[in-house]
Every structure is written in C-alpha cells, then in structure tokens.
C-alpha cells in the first residue's frame, strides 16, 4: 500500500515529512474520491513487466521517460525543485512511476487541506487532470521515476489560481465533493 497523510502548516523544510500531532492518516479511500490512483509494482521488472503493460494499454500510456531528480543528475536542479513545490495543476493526468528513491506528492483535498503521499520504489501514482498538488524530494534527496503519458507529452505546469481553467472545471465536475 501507500501511506497518506494531512499535513501541519509549519515553514519547516518542505523534505521532512510534516505530519500532524497527533498523526492524521489519510485512507487510499480518501484519495480515491479524489480522483488518485495508485498500483504497487515491481519496479526492478520495470523493462519487461506484464502488470504494467498491461495498465499502459488499458489507459494508452504510449509515452515514457526516465527522470533522475539528485543535485547530480538534473539539469537545473535548484530551479526544478522549486517548480516542482509551487502549487499547480496540469491540463492532463500526471503519472509518475518510481523506480528508486522516494519522494511525496502532496494533493488538495475537498476542502482545500494537504495530503501528502509517500512514495517509493514500485508506486505508480497517478494525479487526475485538474487537481492542485505538488512533488518534493524528502530528506534522503534522491527519486528515479518513470513519467507517463497518453501521446506527446506536456508537462507544463499552471501555478495556483486557476479556477477559470477548463481542467480545474473538468476536475471539480468529475470528483465533487462527496455526500
Ligand atoms: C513533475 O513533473 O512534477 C515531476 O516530474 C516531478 C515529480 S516526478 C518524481
Ligand atoms: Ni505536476
């Protein structure tokens, strides 16, 4: 499984994990309803694994890449980072496998709080069209992620406010607040 929870709203380092006291999880059910999906896979058997082709056919994940994100290995990395934490959304799903390392995705919930989710090695995460999120190495400084995408891939991100953009509209239509 994965493992989600609320944040506190401290100005601390964005790479320490920022839980709440007391510890607030958030269920996989939670982020469900918020249009999240996630698999666990082997990321060793990444070139040649049947499960996650099977999942690239099934939702037309026709393109990838590999990023390497360490001071070392990413061009204009101080600048990346930084990017990578301003709040935005993107006018497609993001999809992002993590082959090693580890890092969190932090997402908006319904009523605007932050979720952050772990990720490690094996997870496959994917953030539907639309909603406001966020990515930050942790304290270990170091993710290898497969990125995904249905055709030529854009990764252009719209920085926080966005709500007159159609995939902010698109996104409260199709995961409203559950009743
Ligand atoms: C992106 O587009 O935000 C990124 O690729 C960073 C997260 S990938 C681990
Ligand atoms: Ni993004």
């Not at 854009?154 to 409203?176: C, D, G, M």
């Amino acid at each position: 499984t994965i493992e989600a929870w609320y944040m506190d709203d401290s100005d601390e380092d964005q790479r320490l994990p920022h839980k709440l006291n007391p510890h607030e999880p958030c269920p996989l059910s939670a982020l469900r309803d918020l249009g999240v999906l996630y698999w666990k896979l082997d990321a060793d058997k990444h070139e040649t694994d049947p499960r996650l082709a099977a999942i690239r056919k099934v939702y037309n994940y026709s393109y990838t890449e590999i990023v390497n994100i360490s001071k070392d290995t990413l061009p204009e990395y101080e600048a990346k980072i930084k990017s990578f934490y301003q709040e935005h959304i993107h006018s497609d799903d993001e999809i992002r496998y993590i082959l090693d390392g580890s890092g969190y995705f932090d997402v908006r919930d319904h009523s605007d709080r932050w979720i952050r989710i772990a990720t490690r090695k094996g997870d496959l995460l994917v953030l539907p069209e639309g909603i406001y999120h966020r990515f930050t190495l942790d304290t270990d400084n170091y993710t290898k992620a497969m990125r995904l995408f249905v055709g030529a891939p854009v990764w252009t991100p719209h920085n926080r406010p966005q709500e007159e953009h159609p995939s902010r509209a698109k996104y409260l239509e199709r995961f409203p607040v559950p009743v």
